[in-house]
Structure formats: structure tokens, C-alpha cells
């Protein structure tokens, strides 16, 4: 039976290209919704039914367990479901699967935020704060550390290519953004260049909205 496609409610940002990386790899067919986050499209009301905490990227899935529609949030939580969905880049073996969660979940709860406060007082905070670029600027080149460390001896984060890599790949590739110098970090700059040729990847980081 022929997949419907998923609607991707999506932004060209980090978090919104994780998504568009993982239904590309996956092959799944999708449509993007687009939502303009800089005109408060994710506070509209009918968006908020899908994505309670008014973040974007979210997906709904007409095919969702048991044939009916489910609705994801979180981009952790839809990189688990569509691997889940697809067997594909989530493993099933508990072993190799809490590998790849641990990974995941330190993006999501310390790569993401921190790197994304120093984007914010580093470009775009209307007044400089010095403590705050130097404290998240320093936080940032710490997990820097911690990946770089992670991938000696390793071609990918946990493994083989799973969603922790795609997790992690969006926000990484921003490195100068966020006050780093890559040549500090000579596993992850391979890293990088390794899943820039994924045309997965490559049709994943597209910004185009349709």
C-alpha cells in the first residue's frame, strides 16, 4: 500500500533540518509546512494542537500506529519515532539503541541549547553581554571537546550512521557561528566532511520550502 505523505512543519533552522535529513535518508515521502517563525507562526493557535510547546520543527504522520494519525513534537522524540517507523538509523538491538540515545540526548539537551544561547549573545542579543558569550561560548567548546574526544577510532557517533549523527550534524556545521575553530577539532571537522556527502544529507539541508 502506497505511504501517504508526512506533513513536515518546518523552518530552515537546526532543528527543523534534523527532520528534513531524516525523512531524506529514510526515502519517506513528505510536503513542508511551512512555519515562519519570525512572524510568530508557531504561536497561531492550529499549530499549537500539533506542537504544544510552540517550537518548530513537528511532523503529522497520516499513517501512524494502528493506520491512524499521530502527531510528533520534540525533534528528538520524531528522529526516534521515524526511525521506529522505518527500522532504519535506530537500531534495535538495546545495546547499540542506548548508544545512539545517549548521544541524541546529549544533543538535544546540552549541544542544541548551548550552542544556540551563543548564537543568540554572540549575533543576535540587542545589547553585548560579555559574561553571557563568554559563559556560553566556553560551555559550547567544552561538548566540542566531549564529541571530538567521542570520535576517536570512530566513524560515526555511536556506531554505525544513525540519528544521533543527524541530530548533531545541523548544529555543528554553524561551528563559527558559536565562537569555534574547527581545527581544534580534527574529529569532528572529518565528521563533518564525511556526512556532507551523504545526498541525504545534502537534500536534507536544503532551505527551499516546498
Request: with cysteine.
Amino acid at each position: 500500500m502506497a505511504q501517504h505523505p508526512i506533513d513536515l512543519h518546518f523552518w530552515p533552522t537546526p532543528n527543523g533540518h534534523k527532520i528534513r535529513i531524516m525523512l531524506e535518508e529514510c526515502g519517506l515521502p513528505y510536503r513542508i509546512k511551512p512555519v515562519d517563525i519570525s512572524k510568530g507562526n508557531q504561536f497561531k493557535p492550529r499549530y499549537l494542537k500539533i506542537s504544544p510547546n510552540n517550537k518548530m520543527p513537528a511532523i503529522v504522520d497520516p499513517d501512524g500506529p494502528g493506520g491512524e494519525p499521530i502527531s510528533v513534537f520534540e525533534s528528538g522524540a520524531i528522529l526516534q519515532y521515524l526511525g521506529r517507523k522505518t527500522k532504519k538509523l535506530y537500531p534495535r538491538d538495546e545495546r547499540a539503541r542506548i548508544a545512539v540515545d545517549e548521544w541524541l540526548f546529549w544533543q538535544v539537551a546540552g549541544l542544541g541549547p548551548m550552542a544556540g544561547q551563543a548564537h543568540h549573545f554572540r549575533h543576535y542579543a540587542p545589547e553585548k553581554v560579555p559574561y553571557g558569550i563568554e559563559r556560553y561560548t566556553k560551555e559550547t567548546t567544552r561538548l566540542y571537546g566531549v564529541l571530538d574526544k567521542r570520535l576517536k577510532g570512530r566513524s560515526f557517533i555511536a556506531g554505525d550512521y544513525s540519528i544521533a549523527d543527524i541530530a548533531s550534524y545541523p548544529w555543528l556545521i554553524h561551528w563559527e557561528r558559536q565562537g569555534q575553530a574547527i581545527d581544534d577539532f580534527p574529529r569532528i571537522k572529518a565528521w563533518l566532511k564525511r556526512l556532507s556527502e551523504r545526498e541525504g544529507v545534502q537534500r536534507g539541508m536544503s532551505a527551499a520550502l516546498k
